[in-house]
C-alpha cells in the first residue's frame, strides 16, 4: 500500500510532476515522442520517481512553453541547445539500439523532497547528460556521461566485476559513474550504476517484454512486484522495459512505456 501511494500521489497529485506532465504534451504537437516513467529504489523504500519523455525525429523542436518551465537557468538552458543541435548529427540516428533523439526528464527525489530536471543527449557516441535541481537553494548544473558496452567479453567482465550475473544476451550495458545510489548508511550517493540496454528487433515491444522477464529471473526483490502493479493500476498500457542496478546492489531501477507515438504514458 504504501508503495502504490508514494507513485499514486507523484503521478496524480504532485503538482510539480504534473506540470511537467501538462507541458510535455505541448511538444508533441511538433515531434515524434515517446515518454515513461523511472523508479528507482531500494529493498524497502522508493527513491526517486522519474518521468520522461524521448523526442526521436531527426529536428527536435522545444517550444517556448516548455522551456521556460524546463530551463530555468540559462546556463542549463545553453547546454540544452548545444545538446539540441548535436542530434541533428549522423551518429545520432542509430534507431535500432534507442540511443538516437533527446531525452528530458523530471526527477522527484521522495527521501528529501526535491526536484531535478535533465536533459540528455549523443555526443560523439557518449551519452550527455545536464542536470539541473529545481530547488533554488541549490545552484549549478551537474555533468554526467554514459557510456555503452554491446561486446560480449567486455560485457560479461564488467558483470563479473559487479558480481551480478545477468542473462543479457544480445542486449548492451549503460554504465555510468555518477549514477544516484545508497552508501552502505542507505544515504543517497553518487555511485558506479548500470542499466540493461536493449537492442530491438522487428517486434520491439516483445523484445522488450522478453527482456525483461529474464531480467526478473535474477534474484528478484519483493518490491518490485509491488512497484509493477502500481504503475499497471496507474495505467494499465504501461509496461516494465528494463532494469537498472547499483554495482554494490543496494538499489535498482525500474523503467516502463506505453511505447506509443499516438497516445501518452500519462493520464
Same mark, same amino acid.
Given at each position: 500500500? !504504501?508503495?502504490?501511494?508514494?507513485? %499514486? ?15 510535455? $504534451?505541448?511538444? $508533441?504537437? %511538433? ?40 530551463? !530555468? ?7 540544452? !541547445? ?12 542509430? $534507431? ?9 526528464? @523530471? ?18 557516441? !557518449? ?7 529545481? %530547488? ?8 554526467? $556521461? ?27 550495458? +549503460?554504465?555510468? @559513474? ?28 516483445? %523484445?522488450?517484454? +522478453? ?9 528478484p526483490w519483493a518490491i518490485e512486484k509491488d512497484i509493477i502493479d502500481a504503475v499497471k493500476l496507474y495505467n494499465p498500457r504501461m509496461i516494465p522495459l528494463t532494469k537498472g542496478y547499483q554495482a554494490n546492489k543496494l538499489s535498482r531501477k525500474i ?13
Amino acid at each position: 500500500m !504504501k508503495i502504490q501511494k508514494i507513485i %499514486d500521489q507523484s503521478l496524480t497529485q504532485n503538482k510539480n510532476n504534473l506540470n511537467f506532465i501538462e507541458k510535455s $504534451r505541448s511538444l $508533441r504537437a %511538433d515531434n515524434h515522442i515517446i515518454d515513461g516513467l523511472g523508479i528507482n529504489y531500494s529493498k524497502k523504500n522508493i527513491l526517486t520517481v522519474k518521468l520522461y519523455v524521448k523526442i526521436v525525429n531527426p529536428y527536435p523542436i522545444i517550444n517556448s512553453r516548455f522551456e521556460e518551465f524546463f530551463f !530555468k537557468e540559462s546556463n542549463f538552458l545553453n547546454h540544452g !541547445k548545444k545538446l539540441l543541435i548535436n542530434s541533428q548529427l549522423p551518429h545520432n540516428t542509430n $534507431r535500432a539500439i534507442g540511443l538516437s533523439g533527446i531525452a528530458l526528464s @523530471f526527477r522527484y527525489h521522495t527521501t528529501n523532497n526535491s526536484y531535478s530536471s535533465a536533459i540528455s543527449g549523443l555526443k560523439i557516441n !557518449k551519452l550527455i547528460n545536464y542536470s539541473n535541481s529545481v %530547488d533554488k537553494s541549490i545552484s549549478g548544473i551537474s555533468h554526467h $556521461r554514459y557510456y555503452y558496452i554491446f561486446n560480449k567479453f567486455l560485457k560479461n567482465l564488467f558483470l563479473q566485476f559487479c558480481k551480478i550475473n545477468l542473462p543479457i544476451n544480445k542486449h548492451g550495458l +549503460e554504465i555510468y @559513474f555518477t549514477g544516484e545510489g545508497l552508501n552502505k548508511n542507505k544515504d543517497i550517493c553518487p555511485s558506479l550504476c548500470f542499466t540493461i540496454y536493449p537492442v530491438f528487433g522487428k517486434d520491439i515491444k516483445s %523484445d522488450l517484454v +522478453e527482456n525483461f522477464k529474464n531480467l526478473q529471473k535474477y534474484e528478484p526483490w519483493a518490491i518490485e512486484k509491488d512497484i509493477i502493479d502500481a504503475v499497471k493500476l496507474y495505467n494499465p498500457r504501461m509496461i516494465p522495459l528494463t532494469k537498472g542496478y547499483q554495482a554494490n546492489k543496494l538499489s535498482r531501477k525500474i523503467y516502463f512505456s506505453c511505447l506509443s507515438y499516438n497516445f501518452s504514458s500519462f493520464l
